[in-house]
């Protein structure tokens, strides 16, 4: 398959599938999910998994959502960005989008796109 442009997905409808829920913690670095943090199937990325995503916008945790990519996390020290999914009708500035990815991407160096 052939390797996804997350650029691509800017103001795209996806469905995102929701393997670390808000609250659980992350199994080898053990910090906790501030936000539902999924990946969109059938899809590779450059670290050769599915390109991931952050759900925003949603306050419960969830298995699967729909929304719209409002911005991509490009990391400039890793192959492996980042889609930042909303509900249809809500958008975030790029400082409230690093506030809610801190927690993982303060590990990153990155810049947002949209």
Do not use: C, W
């Amino acid at each position: 398959m052939e390797k996804a442009n997350a650029k691509d997905y800017l103001g795209k409808e996806v469905t995102v599938e929701v393997d670390r829920q808000l609250g659980t913690r992350h199994p080898k670095h053990g910090f906790m999910y501030m936000l539902n943090y999924g990946f969109i199937p059938n899809t590779v990325s450059g670290d050769g998994e599915e390109l991931d995503a952050y759900l925003v916008g949603y306050y419960e945790p969830v298995e699967k959502a729909e929304g719209r990519v409002i911005a991509v996390i490009h990391r400039t020290n890793d192959d492996d960005d980042k889609l930042v999914v909303a509900p249809k009708d809500k958008e975030y500035s790029d400082d409230a989008i690093k506030a809610m990815t801190e927690f993982q991407e303060r590990f990153f160096e990155s810049i947002i796109i949209r």
